[in-house]
C-alpha cells in the first residue's frame, strides 16, 4: 500500500526566503503520481503542482517546483520567494497507477513571517 | 473555485443524530471521492464512486455510507454520530479517463463542517 511521509510538522520561514518541505514516499508501483496540496487557514484544498514517476524534468508551476528524487523515493516541494499568504498546510499526496484515490500525508504547517 | 459544489457548509447536531451531507461533482467528473479530515489530522479516504458504482473503499465506519446517484452527485449519511465524528467532511471529484496531459488531480469541494456536541 502507499504511504506519504511528511516530517515536518511545521516549518518558519521569513518573507521573500525560499522553503523546502520534505515528502518521502513509499510504493511498489512503477507508475505512479504525487501531489502537492495547500490548505490554509479557511479550509479549501487547492492543487499546486503534480509529478509523474515517468517525468524526466522536476515539475514547476510559478513559484513552486517539486524536487523529484526517484531513487530515494522524496518528492520535495520547494516555495521560492515565501510570501504572507503561503502561510498554510501543505499535504504531500500519491495516487497509485490509475485514477485512483489520493493518500495524503500528515501534513507541514508553514508561517510565513514578515 | 474548484467546480465541486458540497452542502451544507457548516452542520452542528448532538450525538445519535443522523446527517447527510451532499456533493455535486465538477461537470464531466464520474468520479467521487469522500475524505475525512479531523482537527489537524490529515485527510482519511472513506470511499470513492465512479459513474455509480463503488470503486474503492477505505477507513469507512458501518455507520457511514454513501452513494451516487444518476446524476452524478453524491451524497455521505453518517448515523448514530459520536463526538468524535466531529470534522471536515470533503468531497473531491476528477476525470479518471482523462487525456495524455491529465494527471488525475482531484479537485475538493470547500467541505462541510460538521460539530457533534
Known amino acids: 500500500a502507499q504511504k506519504i511521509t511528511q516530517t515536518q510538522p511545521g516549518m518558519f520561514v521569513q518573507e521573500k526566503e525560499a522553503v523546502t518541505l520534505d515528502c518521502t514516499y513509499d510504493?511498489?508501483?512503477?507508475?505512479?503520481?504525487l501531489f502537492w496540496y495547500k490548505q490554509p487557514s479557511s479550509g479549501e484544498m487547492i492543487f499546486l503542482i503534480y509529478q509523474g514517476s515517468y517525468d524526466e524534468q522536476n515539475a514547476t508551476e510559478g513559484r513552486y517546483s517539486l524536487n523529484f528524487q526517484k531513487a530515494r523515493k522524496s518528492a520535495n516541494l520547494v516555495i521560492s520567494a515565501s510570501q504572507l499568504g503561503d502561510s498554510a498546510m501543505y499535504f504531500c499526496?500519491?495516487?497509485?497507477?490509475?485514477?485512483?484515490?489520493?493518500?495524503f500525508g500528515t501534513g507541514t504547517r508553514l508561517l510565513v513571517s514578515p | 473555485d474548484s467546480g465541486v459544489t458540497q452542502t451544507p457548509k457548516h452542520l452542528i447536531t448532538a450525538t445519535g443524530q443522523r446527517v447527510t451531507l451532499r456533493c455535486s461533482p465538477r461537470?464531466?467528473?464520474?468520479?467521487v471521492y469522500w475524505y475525512q479530515q479531523s482537527l489537524d489530522q490529515g485527510l482519511q479516504f472513506l470511499i470513492q464512486?465512479?459513474?455509480?458504482?463503488?470503486?474503492a473503499k477505505g477507513n469507512i465506519l458501518e455507520r457511514f455510507s454513501a452513494q451516487q446517484f444518476p446524476d452524478l452527485h453524491s451524497e455521505l449519511n453518517l448515523s448514530s454520530l459520536e463526538l468524535g465524528d466531529s470534522a471536515l467532511y470533503f468531497c473531491?471529484?476528477?476525470?479518471?479517463?482523462?487525456?495524455?496531459?491529465?494527471?488525475?488531480?482531484?479537485?475538493f469541494g470547500e467541505g462541510s463542517r460538521l460539530t457533534v456536541l
Open positions: 464512486y465512479y459513474n455509480g458504482e463503488e470503486r
Open positions: 510504493t511498489s508501483d512503477q507508475s505512479y503520481g
Open positions: 473531491a471529484s476528477s476525470v479518471v479517463r482523462g487525456g495524455p496531459q491529465s494527471t488525475g488531480e482531484l479537485f
Open positions: 461537470s464531466g467528473d464520474l468520479s
Open positions: 499526496a500519491m495516487r497509485d497507477g490509475g485514477f485512483q484515490k489520493l493518500v
